[in-house]
């Protein structure tokens, strides 16, 4: 939501309705509570598939935000954050399916399923400490906690995830995982991040949680990072991210560890280049080894962004059962254009050197287009 607010120049000038946008800030300067609802939509077609479809899209329409309850006058805040969604197909499959029919080991697109009505975010915030200490209680989407840096929201920025959480190197839970973390800033630049969550997890009916996190099947992450400010935290960069994750028996998921380096940095409010690798040892990852790099660039007068990716990934021989898979290249190339104030188009296309799970073809072309509507 903070980022949304920030964006508030775009090619063509519009506003929304004075109304609307005075009653939202009537609202959250007289209850706390503050929300966006936005609608994102997907359009995506494939070279080279291992079936007869080529062509895939889909939708999500979200309603997320913030209720700010305790010490609202103070930095010392006390809020309740949530967040719901229903994702649906226009093809079958929707969006996210593109992988597969590339037989690409990662994912592409991964917000654009078809799973249907699902919760992300249930979750107590509790800023202790004028704001250095932050611990967070409930429902959670462990991306939001483990590894982040700039560009990583599929949403806004770059559509393969091998740019995003660990590079594909991390056993992430599905969404809506029961846990906690606690985040500090141990001094002006230095920050520290730990938690667990339930990696059994299912964002369709979480409240099967808590029965699921008796079963004590954890992924645990701890993070040390280094920072400009706290201010600057997700422009300016640097840490190092360690997992480990327990064995899952039900699912026949193998015990695992790991770890993930990220640097990335702003310079003159536009240039953003990162550099991020990460490791896995089981835990039923899609890559093992994983390196990216690239940049992001804030364009023109508005807040439009370039976005360009390279990524070479190894698949987790664990998690296939063969260490004869390719390894593979991944390249990104898109443009988020903020269109108007409220309204993002962002088209990408992206270049998968040896698809992993694809025997038949030694590369695909991806080409997509996104929309996003805010309000």
């Known amino acids: 939501m903070a980022e949304d607010k920030r964006l508030d120049k775009s090619i063509i000038d519009s506003q929304s309705p004075m109304g609307y946008t005075e009653w939202k800030q009537k609202l959250q300067e007289n209850s706390g509570l503050s929300f966006t609802l936005d609608y994102s939509a997907a359009a995506v077609g494939a070279t080279n598939t291992l079936n007869d479809q080529d062509t895939f899209s889909g939708g999500v329409l979200r309603l997320f935000g913030q209720w700010d309850l305790i010490g609202r006058e103070s930095a010392n805040t006390g809020s309740l954050i949530f967040k719901v969604e229903n994702r649906h197909g226009y093809t079958d499959p929707s969006a996210n399916g593109v992988k597969d029919e590339i037989g690409y080991v990662g994912l592409m697109y991964p917000t654009f399923s078809d799973i249907g009505t699902r919760y992300t975010n249930f979750f107590w915030k509790q800023n202790l400490n004028e704001g250095d200490i ?7 989407d462990a991306t939001d906690w483990v590894d982040v840096y700039a560009l990583a929201s599929p949403w806004t920025g770059f559509s393969n995830f091998a740019f995003a959480t660990g590079g594909a190197t991390i056993a992430l839970p599905d969404d809506a995982a029961l846990g906690a973390y606690f985040n ?6 230095i920050y520290l991040i730990t938690g667990f969550t339930d990696s059994n997890a299912d964002s369709t009916d979480p409240l099967n949680g808590f029965d699921t996190f008796t079963d004590h099947e954890f992924i645990k992450t701890i993070e040390l990072g280094w920072v400009t400010s706290r201010e600057r935290f997700y422009l ?3 840490h190092l991210t360690y997992w480990q994750s327990d ?3 039900a699912a026949g998921v193998n015990d695992g560890q790991g770890a993930s380096f990220s640097y990335s940095h702003s310079f003159d409010e536009k240039w953003m280049p990162f550099f991020r690798a990460g490791y896995a040892k089981d835990g039923g990852t899609l890559l093992q080894k994983s390196v990216s790099t690239g940049l992001g660039y804030h364009w023109g007068s508005n807040n439009s962004l370039l976005g360009l990716g390279v990524n070479w990934g190894e698949p987790n021989e664990d998690t296939f059962g063969s260490s004869d898979l390719k ?11 903020q269109v108007t104030q409220y309204f993002q188009l962002t088209p990408d ?11 038949e073809a030694d590369d695909s072309w991806v080409f997509g287009l996104r929309a996003r509507l805010y309000l």
Not at 134 to 140: K, P, S, T, W, Y
Not at 349 to 359: F, K, V
């Open 134 to 140: 932050e611990i967070v209680v409930g429902f959670l």
């Open 184 to 189: 500090a800033m141990l001094t002006d630049e």
């Open 236 to 238: 300016d960069n640097t």
């Open 247 to 249: 064995e899952r028996v």
């Open 327 to 337: 390894d593979q290249i991944s390249i990104e190339l898109f443009t988020r254009l």
């Open 349 to 359: 296309i992206q270049y998968i050197r040896d698809p992993a799970l694809n025997t």
